[in-house]
């Protein structure tokens, strides 16, 4: 694969989305952020658009896509955000983007997204609409390699993530050689995800010696098939949670809430809300894999999964970090 290096890929695509994951871009000029009053930034995107974007990049509240996830796809693959979005709104989708995610993880995501482009123009992602603003699940999405991203576009407040699933990865090591890095070292240098399973094993290890028997499988965990890789169990695998005693449901939960910490506070909020106020944990399964999917063989999971009939989080760390979440939605 051809890589051109970062000064050509930007000068190459222009105001694209090479500066936009760097978060070069200027923030919005002074009669955007004045309307800011009034709209939300995806209300403002979605305005600003033409009649000829709007036919490319917004389509109905109940299309199919809207529920679809893979770890490199596009909603719009004919229409990138490079060759879509005017300068401006090319601000503006850098300013949801960031605005999705925590202070403390916008650097480590921004350098994700742009390094999983690879340096090439045709790996930059793709932005649009679900539905209109008479939708009340009106909805603002990002994707492209290793990212999908989704909020709802009335408000800058997180209000979850909208019933439909979510994708974040990571292969931090593009410039080697593929066959020789393309699985991860067991502690997953400069993955910037890592962090979630550092957080998920401080849980296991939590857990009682039954416990963890219960919930280690030397089975295959779930396919990454689009068609399967979020669908509910009939029946979930390994520790049920309702068996936990009260105050590791509690230890769940806050380890739910710390996973989640990369994405911004209303969001987490939002799905702690839900997942509290459904029980939902009384219907949850969590698993961890052994064998190829527990790299080094050190009893550090890479791979696990959250299961129940109305959520999934699989986290898959061999050979390299692909997470998939999905919550449905409960209220």
Not at 124 to 152: L, M
Not at 314 to 329: A, Q, S, V, W
Request: glycine content about 6%.
């Amino acid at each position: 694969m051809h890589h051109t290096t970062r000064r050509s890929w930007i000068k190459t695509a222009g105001a694209s989305m090479g500066a936009i994951a760097l978060g070069q871009m200027p923030l919005a000029s002074p009669a955007v952020a004045k309307s800011a009053d009034s709209d939300s930034l995806p209300m403002q995107l979605y305005k600003s658009l033409s009649d000829e974007q709007r036919q490319k990049v917004c389509l109905p509240m109940d299309h199919p896509r809207r529920q679809y996830v893979s770890n490199w796809w596009y909603i719009h693959p004919d229409h990138r955000i490079p060759s879509t979005f005017d300068a401006e709104q090319q601000r503006l989708i850098k300013q949801i983007f960031d605005g999705l995610h925590s202070e403390e993880h916008q650097d480590a995501v921004n350098k994700q997204v742009l390094i999983d482009q690879y340096g090439e123009e045709k790996n930059a992602p793709a932005a649009g609409f679900f539905g209109t603003p008479d939708d009340e699940d009106f909805e603002f999405i990002f994707t492209g390699h290793h990212v999908t991203r989704r909020c709802n576009a009335h408000s800058d407040q997180g209000k979850g993530f909208g019933g439909a699933p979510i994708f974040y990865g990571h292969y931090p090591h593009p410039e080697t050689d593929m066959r020789a890095n393309f699985r991860e070292a067991k502690d997953h240098p400069g993955n910037p995800y890592w962090y979630q399973g550092k957080v998920f094993n401080r849980f296991v290890t939590a857990l009682s010696s039954e416990q963890q028997q219960m919930g280690l499988l030397s089975s295959e965990p779930r396919s990454e098939s689009p068609s399967k890789v979020i669908q509910t169990p009939v029946a979930g695998r390994g520790l049920a949670c309702e068996s936990l005693a009260e105050d590791q449901k509690q230890l769940f939960v806050q380890t739910i809430r710390d996973m989640l910490a990369m994405f911004r506070a209303d969001d987490v909020q939002a799905t702690i809300d839900a997942i509290q106020t459904t029980n939902l944990i009384e219907r949850l399964h969590v698993s961890w894999y052994a064998g190829q999917y527990d790299i080094g063989s050190d009893g550090v999971w890479d791979t696990w999964q959250i299961e129940g009939p109305d959520m999934v989080w699989y986290f898959r760390g061999e050979p390299h970090i692909h997470c998939y979440f999905h919550l449905k939605k409960t209220a």
